[in-house]
């Protein structure tokens, strides 16, 4: 069992468990079409790959499944510049993924981490820091790893080695899951902080008003 299936296991466990409530609301996201959406990742993943050419091919679960949900949070986005602001994170974040691909050492005796589970968390980084919001985030994470996997490939063939390119294959996968799940848990730990911060010594009550509750600030 990969890593990447691994946390998709645990976050519908919590899913289920009712935890994380908060992030699929801000995600647009409710209780079943995540878990239809972790369901989908998993199950077809196990689906042979799909081959375009005699070196491109991509797997239904690992990337398409993804996409798609990045497509339905795209939709979902709440203004045009959050739109933009996802599609500029994504780019920034393969082009930073596909940098440390290149430049990084390759050397095994250097190499003290698996890179996809590197390449997973500096995308996830990445991603949290030009995207911001939990959707931009994510987009940014999943995209911009899929990005950068498509960007070396071409690298690659470019150097005239006819090597076999498989998007969302195998490590693949992993390395998106992580990179989306990173970007999100950032946005949200760090946002709630954030907000926590602006909010200082105000405290939320509630006044009883027009026959119903509202909720106020007032300092302590």
Do not use: H
């Amino acid at each position: 069992m990969t890593i990447g299936m691994i946390l998709l296991i645990i976050v519908a466990a919590l899913i289920l468990l009712g935890a994380g409530q908060r992030v699929l609301d801000r995600l647009r996201l409710n209780d079943k079409l995540a878990l239809l959406f972790i369901a989908l990742i998993i199950g077809l993943g196990f689906v042979p790959d799909i081959r375009m050419t005699e070196v491109f091919a991509f797997n239904l679960g690992g990337a398409v499944v993804p996409l798609a949900l990045c497509i339905y949070l795209f939709i979902k986005a709440d203004t045009a510049w959050e739109r933009w602001r996802s599609i500029l994170a994504s780019v920034v974040t393969g082009a930073a993924v596909f940098a440390i691909g290149v430049f990084a050492p390759d050397e095994p005796e250097t190499i003290t981490v698996d890179p996809i589970i590197l390449y997973g968390l500096a995308a996830g980084l990445i991603a949290y820091l030009f995207g911001r919001s939990r959707r931009c985030a994510f987009i940014a994470g999943v995209v911009g790893m899929m990005l950068s996997d498509v960007a070396n490939a071409v690298y690659v063939w470019s150097q005239g080695v006819p090597q076999d390119f498989v998007l969302g294959g195998a490590g693949a996968a992993d390395g998106i899951v992580i990179a989306g799940l990173l970007a999100v848990l950032l946005a949200e730990l760090l946002g709630e902080i954030i907000e926590r911060m602006k909010r200082g010594t105000r405290r939320p009550t509630r006044e009883f008003r027009n026959g119903e509750f509202v909720k106020e600030e007032k300092a302590r």
